[in-house]
C-alpha cells in the first residue's frame, strides 16, 4: 500500500486561502468517506483538523474545511495565518491489508 | 481534559525488544478504539497497529505483524505495543491515539524509539 500523494509544499500570504491536495485510488480516498486531516507543529503531536472528509472538530478553527471529489481529497485554509504554517498530513481507511493509510504530508509556508 | 502519555521507549539493539506504554485520563478509555502511530526521524506519519474497545480485534500494518502486539487493560485505562525483532527501520517517534470515526482525535506527546547497534 503506497502512502497517499500531497504536494511537498504550498504557501500563501496572510489573508489568502490556498488548497492542499491529497491524492488516492479507489481502495482508499475514492471508496470511503474516512479521510482525516492532521496539522503538525515541528516537535509537536499531530492535530486532528477533519474528519469524515468534511468534518471539523470541536475547537479547530472554522478557517479549516474539508472536501473530497473522485480519488481526490481537499483541505482548504481561508484567511491564512501565521500559526497555520506547519506540516498536513491526510490519511485515509483502506479496503488493503494496511487498514490505514496516511499521506506523504504538505508543508505550508506562510509567506 | 484527554491526556495520552507515553512511555517506554529507548535505545536497543536490532533483535531486541521493547514494551511502549499509553496511559489515559480525561475520558472514557474503554469505549474508544486506540491505535499506534510512529513518525519516523524527518519522515512522514505510519498508522502502526489498532485495537477496539474490549481488546477482541487487533489489526496492524504489515511490516510489524508477527513481531508487535498491542493490548489494553481497561481497568488501568493503559495501551501497550510489545515490539519483538525490532529492526533499524522502526526507529521513530511513536504516539498513541484514540481513534473515533477512523480518525485519531487525541495523540500523546510521543515517545522515542531507536533502533541502532
Known amino acids: 500500500q503506497s502512502a497517499l500523494t500531497q504536494p511537498a509544499s504550498v504557501s500563501g500570504s496572510p489573508g489568502q486561502s490556498i488548497t492542499l491536495s491529497c491524492t488516492g485510488t479507489?481502495?482508499?480516498?475514492?471508496?470511503?468517506?474516512?479521510v482525516s486531516w492532521y496539522q503538525q507543529h515541528p516537535g509537536k503531536a499531530p492535530k486532528l483538523m477533519i474528519y469524515?472528509?468534511?468534518n471539523r472538530p470541536s475547537g479547530v478553527s472554522n478557517r479549516f474545511s474539508g472536501s473530497k471529489s473522485g480519488n481526490t481529497a481537499s483541505l482548504t485554509i481561508s484567511g491564512l495565518q501565521a500559526e497555520d504554517e506547519a506540516d498536513y498530513y491526510c490519511?485515509?481507511?483502506?479496503?488493503?491489508?494496511?487498514?490505514?493509510?496516511f499521506g506523504t504530508g504538505t508543508k505550508v509556508t506562510v509567506l | 481534559e484527554v491526556q495520552l502519555v507515553e512511555s517506554g521507549g529507548g535505545l536497543v539493539q536490532p533483535g531486541g525488544s521493547l514494551r511502549l506504554s499509553c496511559a489515559a485520563s480525561?475520558?472514557?478509555?474503554?469505549?474508544?478504539?486506540m491505535s499506534w502511530v510512529r513518525q519516523a526521524p524527518g519522515k512522514g506519519l505510519e498508522w502502526v497497529a489498532n485495537?477496539?474497545?474490549?481488546?477482541?480485534?487487533?489489526y496492524y500494518v504489515d511490516s510489524v505483524k508477527g513481531r508487535f502486539t498491542i493490548s489494553r487493560d481497561n481497568a488501568e485505562n493503559s495501551l501497550y505495543l510489545l515490539m519483538n525483532y525490532l529492526r533499524v527501520e522502526d526507529t521513530a517517534v511513536y504516539y498513541c491515539?484514540?481513534?473515533?470515526?477512523?480518525?485519531?482525535?487525541?495523540w500523546g506527546q510521543g515517545t522515542v524509539v531507536t533502533v541502532s547497534s
Open positions: 491515539a484514540s481513534w473515533t470515526y477512523h480518525s485519531g482525535d487525541h
Open positions: 480525561g475520558f472514557t478509555f474503554s469505549t474508544h478504539w
Open positions: 485495537i477496539n474497545q474490549d481488546g477482541s480485534e487487533k
Open positions: 479507489s481502495s482508499d480516498v475514492g471508496g470511503y468517506n474516512y
Open positions: 469524515g472528509v468534511s
Open positions: 490519511s485515509s481507511f483502506t479496503r488493503s491489508s494496511t487498514f490505514y493509510v
